[in-house]
T-cell receptor
Framework: GAGVSQSPRYKVAKRGQDVALRCDPI?????LFWYQQALGQGPEFLTY????????KSGLPSDRFFAERPEGSVSTLKIQRTQQEDSAVYLC????????????????FGPGTRLTVL | KNEVEQSPQNLTAQEGEFITINCSYS?????LHWLQQHPGGGIVSLFM???GKKKHGRLIATINIQEKHSSLHITASHPRDSAVYIC??????????FGQGTRLTINP
């Protein structure tokens, strides 16, 4: 496809369950971002990859959150032992160049995965 | 206090009205973005500004660096403009800090 895709689009998990959210960025995009968007709020930064390197994970709310991008393309955000406060839309975004080389930041957002933890 | 504040939080207007959405920020930035988020979560980047003014169709974005303020204007608004409009500022090399968004509803 032409855009960033995410799967699943919707996920319902029982509290304590582990979940894995997938992001397929636009082919060739170097930068990949994960954001968490709570209901009625703006997105909040979670983590950033440049190719396979996770350069910033300062936004991950706890050590239950883990992200990887082993081959520099597809990325997975994993949440262990989910809690109700993890319920949110998780957005992935990608862009062509590392942010340091240009003032470009993510223009291409995926549709998000809506996670509901019961 | 949030680093990025938007106003109003909700705005309802009639088709054809001129719309203004405001964004104020409290930190130094290198760029400001206006984003549009449609129901279902899809986000589209509208503008990236570091100074002055940009125009694209019926959309106009302005920024005043000294006053730490930006506005997004929509002329001749249309029901298809109904969405959440989000202001985001760029700090550092890669982080965007987002406002809470303004929910715009344009009634026919």
């Amino acid at each position: 496809g032409a855009g960033v895709s995410q799967s699943p689009r919707y996920k319902v998990a029982k509290r304590g369950q582990d979940v894995a959210l997938r992001c397929d960025p636009i082919s060739g995009h170097v930068s990949l971002f994960w954001y968490q968007q709570a209901l009625g709020q703006g997105p909040e930064f979670l983590t950033y990859f440049q190719n396979e390197a996770q350069l910033d994970k300062s936004g991950l709310p706890s050590d239950r959150f883990f992200a990887e991008r082993p081959e520099g393309s597809v990325s997975t955000l994993k949440i262990q032992r989910t809690q109700q406060e993890d319920s949110a839309v998780y957005l992935c975004a990608s862009s062509t160049q590392p942010p340091g080389l240009a003032i470009e930041v993510p223009k291409f957002f995926g549709p998000g995965t809506r996670l509901t933890v019961l | 206090k949030n680093e990025v504040e938007q106003s109003p939080q909700n705005l309802t207007a009639q088709e054809g009205e001129f719309i203004t959405i405001n964004c104020s920020y409290s930190v130094g930035i290198s760029a400001l973005h206006w984003l549009q988020q449609h129901p279902g979560g899809g986000i589209v980047s509208l503008f990236m500004l570091s100074s002055g003014k940009k125009k694209h169709g019926r959309l106009i974005a302005t920024i005043n660096i000294q006053e730490k303020h930006s506005s997004l204007h929509i002329t001749a608004s249309h029901p298809r403009d109904s969405a959440v409009y989000i202001c985001a500022v760029r700090r550092g090399a890669q982080k965007l800090v987002f406002g809470q968004g303004t929910r715009l509803t344009i009634n026919p």
